[in-house]
Structures are given as C-alpha cells and as structure tokens.
C-alpha cells in the first residue's frame, strides 16, 4: 500500500523509486503484483507519466485511511510502551490482601494514575485462565506449570492463642501438647491438610486437627481472637494483634520455624506489558511480610 501511494503521488515509478530508496524495476514489480492480486488495473500507463484508474482512486482513498490508522495504532503503543496504562486483574488471597496489598495500592495507583486496578480477594486457589485474572498472588509450593512466577518474599507461619485461652486450656510446652488444643485447621486443599509440626531435634509426634475448620485465613484469626482456639497463620497477618497483646505466639523456641515463599504468578507472555511490570516491580520494594 505505501509503494503504491507513492508511486500515485508521484506520478511515476522513477521518482516513487528514489523516495523509497528503491530500484524503479522494483516499484514496477510490486505495482503489478498488486494490481495481480486485487484482478484490476489501479494506472493508466503513459511514456510521460501514470494516472490512477477509478478502481485505482477507490483503493487510493482506503489504502491512505488504513496506512493513517496503522500509523496512529503504532504512535499509540509506543507511547503505551513508556507510560504503564490500563486495567491490571489481580487476585489474592484475604489475609494477604487486607494486609499487605491494600495498604500499598494507593500510592501505586498515586504513582501511576493511568493504571487501574481490579481487585479479587479469595483463599480459594483459582484458575487464573477461567477466572481472567493477570496476576495471582499465592503462597507456598506452585504446581501450575504453564504459568510463570516472580518471588515477592518469604513469610513465616506461627501458632497463636489468646491470654483468656491460655489461661483456660493452659499454654502448650511441647508440639505433643496440641494434641490436648483445639487447633483450628482450614477446610480447602493445601499442601499440608493438617497440623504437622517439626519438633526440635525430635521427629514430629502426629498431625492435629480440631472440631472446626474454615475456608479462609480471616475467619480463623477472628476465632483465634474469640479464644475459641489456636491458630496456625501468616505473620504479616496477625503481627499487630501479637504486638498489642491480643494473640501470644506459642511454641517458638521448640518448633522449627516454617515459611513459605509469597509469589506474584501470571501467564507467559513473550514480553509483559508495562503496566504489569511496573505494578510487579513495586510490590518487591514496598510490600513488608514481617
């Protein structure tokens, strides 16, 4: 379509050739390969010059409206391409993103105005592909092996109870103990279904589960506040209530510290767009899982 604009601008093959920086044969050839293709004549050949045909003028018109368009198109990824815009899908699950995603989102969203947000909180382990989401935030082992993953950090798991349950029930020495607990235990697939506790220098005695169990991270810290139990959870999300003494952490210096890796996982893309990057990028620096 460019050649064939030129050589109609110019009014020859020659002089459409030296814009193009190509040879006139070369002009002549892919003219006639179009006009081939399209089963019409676009010129009207002179020895002097060439004039377009009235199926020529018609294709004139609408090459020179796509070509405009390809070039806007092209103009506006390549502004796209230096300046994040657009909607991000996340997901993550409760606790981690009342916790820690939330409160870094406004100055995100503060630092790039032209990006939104579309956020899904569930402890559900989702479909990324059914569920359209660009980016999952999930915890411990991955199995998915069609999706690509960025490390945002490690975090640690303790056990908690509050000072009325301890009182009441006693507080646990040993990870034989527990046995003697109401450990709260969640009712979704995970990679560890149950309570299994490494015992410092000593294998673990047994599994331990209690009379109720939840879908959700939330829940369970919320009952581990009611004293109905003892909580097995991320740091990051219940760190303040161990600070300001709602929850005590239990059996710290007898069980082997447990963590486990937070990702940011996402479909392969052959080069991410911007807007993802950026949001990925930021996450690493200013999200704390302490």
Known sequence: ME??????????????????????????????????RLGTQLFVRST??????????????????????????????????????????VNATIPFG????VPVLGGFLEKHPEVSIDLSLTDDVIDILGERADIAIRSGTLRDSRLL???????????IATPSYLERFGCPQSPADLENHNCLNFNFRRAQDQWALNH?????????????????????RQLALAGVGIGRLARFHVGPDIEQG?????????????????????????????????????????????
Do not use: C, W
């Open 246 to 290: 709602r929850l005590h952490p239990l059996l710290e210096d007898t069980v082997e510290p447990e963590f486990e890796q937070i990702h940011a996982v996402f479909v392969g893309q052959r080069q991410m767009p911007l807007r993802m990057r950026v949001f990925l990028d930021y996450l690493a620096k200013n999200i704390s899982l302490a």
């Open 48 to 89: 002097r010059n060439l004039k377009l045909t009235r199926e020529g003028h018609a294709y004139y018109q609408d090459a020179s409206r796509i070509l405009e368009d390809i070039n806007t198109l092209e103009a506006r990824l390549a502004h796209d391409s230096a300046t994040p815009r657009g909607l991000i899908r």
């Open 200 to 220: 410092t220098g000593n294998d673990d005695p047994g599994a331990r589960t209690g009379n109720l169990q939840v879908n959700n991270g939330e829940t369970m």
């Open 3 to 36: 050649v064939f604009l030129r050589v109609a601008d110019a009014g020859s093959f020659s002089a459409a050739a030296r814009r193009l920086q190509l040879t006139p044969s070369a002009v002549a050839k892919l003219i006639a390969r179009l006009e081939e």
């Open 98 to 101: 009342n916790h820690v995603l």
């Open 149 to 159: 993953a960025r490390k945002l950090g490690v975090s640690r798991r303790v056990i």
